[in-house]
């Protein structure tokens, strides 16, 4: 076996000087939008114990990066997914997908709906735990959702990459403005009712839950669209139909941990599919529908601090930082780079280029780069 993190390390000054050389490129759509470059809550009381962040240079722009959208033609009454790249109806592929908020909470698992996720956001609240947000667009006949949790900042920009619906019960108070960044389903809100509701097989706050038909209601109530917006072209670049993407002078990633402390999860590498099957808390990850799998993993390492002197964490999503992009076995260090403040987070490999990921399901997780040296890549045993 054999730990990636050193490669990735002594490789740091080449990766960043990478990053420093991409371009962004904002997006917009129909929002009252707050800034993270203007003064607010978070940019009044933030301070950091572990890493000084400098969001005003989001706002800077260089040359812009032009990369052509992958052209999605109809055959049989299938398109390709946004979320996954693979062939799914039209309507499904054309409607603006759910991201909801999951508890991780050991009281609320398992999650209901997480396995119909395309993509996954992982990522650590306050008090050493991690909190989910599952972004599905095949979701009609599914009559419990989450348990669904509150809101973070970090999480109103990962919704808005996609352009998803961002469905949540709560927020922190740090996260409520940038919620005018998102067309957003709330717990707390008179939709509340609408949207979600109690169950009796669980305690509060782990008993909140959403089904397909009561977000149907909610998003007709709320007036939001659910055909994406004209100037979305999607989010990542995918393998053609019947390829498969394997990564060259690569590292073996049998078993890979981002190394959050609380639940401990892992992936492990099963070649007879060609997925990552995940683990936590010392046990298989079963959501409603059976173990979670999935066919792409990024660790995407964020810059964090705290607001003021509470346990609230304050995830810099706009940093030109670095990564892993792992597939098939395998794993390569990539940087990363938001467009603009509001559009989609590119990965790049070592020589530059936009990564392509397999087509399948993808899960990131969001980790501090102070907590780097806790990840682990593992190759075959």
């Not at 076996?1 to 050389?21: D, F, H, S, T």
């Not at 305690?203 to 009561?214: D, F, G, K, Q, V």
């Amino acid at each position: 076996m054999r730990k990636g993190n050193v490669l990735l390390k002594r490789a740091l000054p080449v990766y960043l000087c990478i990053a420093a050389l991409l371009s962004v490129s904002g997006c917009q759509k129909k929002y009252s939008e707050v800034s993270m470059t203007e003064p607010s809550i978070e940019t009044a009381t933030e301070t950091s114990e572990e890493i000084v962040l400098d969001l005003e240079t989001v706002a800077e722009t260089e040359e812009e990066l032009e990369t052509e959208p992958e052209e999605r033609i109809e055959v049989d009454g299938k398109i390709k997914s946004y979320l996954t790249g693979e062939m799914v109806d039209v309507a499904q592929a054309n409607r603006r997908p759910i991201a909801i908020m999951m508890s991780n909470d050991k009281a609320a698992l398992p999650q209901y709906g997480i396995n119909r996720a395309g993509v996954v956001y992982e990522a650590p609240v306050e008090g050493e735990m991690n909190r989910y947000m599952a972004i599905i667009e095949n979701y009609d006949d599914l009559d419990r959702i989450g348990s669904v949790r509150s809101c973070r900042t970090y999480y109103t920009y990962f919704a808005r990459e996609f352009d998803a619906i961002y469905a949540h019960f709560g927020q922190s108070t740090f996260a409520k403005p940038y919620l005018k960044n998102v067309d957003n389903i709330n717990g707390i809100d008179g939709i509340g009712d609408t949207a979600f509701y109690r169950s009796k097989d669980k305690s509060m706050p782990h008993n909140a839950y959403a089904s397909a038909t009561r977000l149907q209601s909610a998003i007709e109530k709320l007036g939001y669209s659910q055909q994406y917006d004209e100037s979305y072209k999607g989010h990542y670049k995918f393998a053609s139909n019947g390829d498969q993407i394997q990564l060259e002078n690569s590292l073996d990633a049998y078993k890979v941990y981002p190394g959050y402390p609380m639940n401990k999860p892992w992936f492990s590498y099963n070649e007879e599919d060609g997925l990552y099957y995940r683990f936590q808390y010392g046990a298989a990850h079963n959501g409603s529908e059976g173990q979670i799998a999935v066919k792409n993993i990024i660790f995407q390492y964020c810059p964090t601090g705290r607001y003021a002197t509470t346990e609230y964490l304050n995830i810099n999503v706009h940093a030109n930082e670095y990564g892993y992009y792992i597939t098939n076995g395998k794993a390569i260090p990539v940087t990363w780079k938001k467009d603009g403040e509001f559009g989609v987070t590119h990965y790049y490999d070592t020589e530059g280029n936009e990564i392509v990921l397999n087509q399948g399901k993808t899960w990131i997780c969001i980790i501090q780069t102070s907590a780097f040296s806790k990840t682990e890549i593992h190759g075959k045993e």
